[in-house]
């Protein structure tokens, strides 16, 4: 069983999600913990809630951010995670830490990258008059939201869409989507080989990434 360590900051309702597909069998592995470095993030409860061990690594505890992060890595080290999921983790990570997971960890991110890294993507789309918007889910290197692309899943934004319907809407595509590149990747049916991703047994077409397209 592939060992699943989650690293969030706020609501948690990703590390849910993972949380429960594993429960259910969805995916072929198990959530060995969930880390916050928010120790107010209410991911904590959701996980606690589900029987999932949770640990807090406050990077205010810390002089510097090399610091926190060795000992967030040396943290990481101990438990021998086959996966790393950053689910709504919310920390720029240094290229150390970077470096030594870098074909095991995944981040989650709420835009079409290459469209809007960093923060208020959902805002920008919309302020954009972007037709399109969405998710998108990547091994983690040391560009900010830009390492090799797993997965995006798209929706379409409605004529004069408020923001907080459409927060909503690519949550629920989060839900449905990162779950099942976990599984694929607990199923070793994605991989990092070098720089680019591996696809064995799933059609990723010319793309070279999974695409899919919500109606949500
Ligand atoms: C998610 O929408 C995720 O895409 C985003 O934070 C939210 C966390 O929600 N991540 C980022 O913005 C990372 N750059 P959750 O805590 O309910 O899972």
Known sequence: MKKIAILISGSGSNAQAIIKACNSNIIAGKVIIVISNNPNAYGLI???KLGIETKIINHNN???RSEYEDVLENFLISLKPDLIVLAGFMRVLGDKIINKFSNKMI????????????????????????????ISI???????DAGPLIAQGVIQINNNEKIEKLIERIHKIEH?????????????????????????????????????????
């Open 107 to 134: 981040n989650l991110h709420p835009s079409l990258l290459p469209l809007y890294p960093g923060l208020n993507t959902h805002s920008k789309a919309i302020a954009n008059n972007d037709s399109k918007h969405g």
């Open 176 to 216: 449905l989507l990162l779950p099942e590149i976990v599984n694929e990747l607990c199923a070793n049916n994605i991989s990092l080989v070098g720089d680019n991703v591996k696809f064995n047994n799933i059609d990723v077409k010319q793309n070279k990434f999974i695409i899919r397209n919500y109606e949500i």
């Open 138 to 144: 990547h091994f983690v290197s040391s560009n900010l």
């Open 46 to 48: 959701r996980a606690a």
């Open 62 to 64: 810390f002089n510097s």
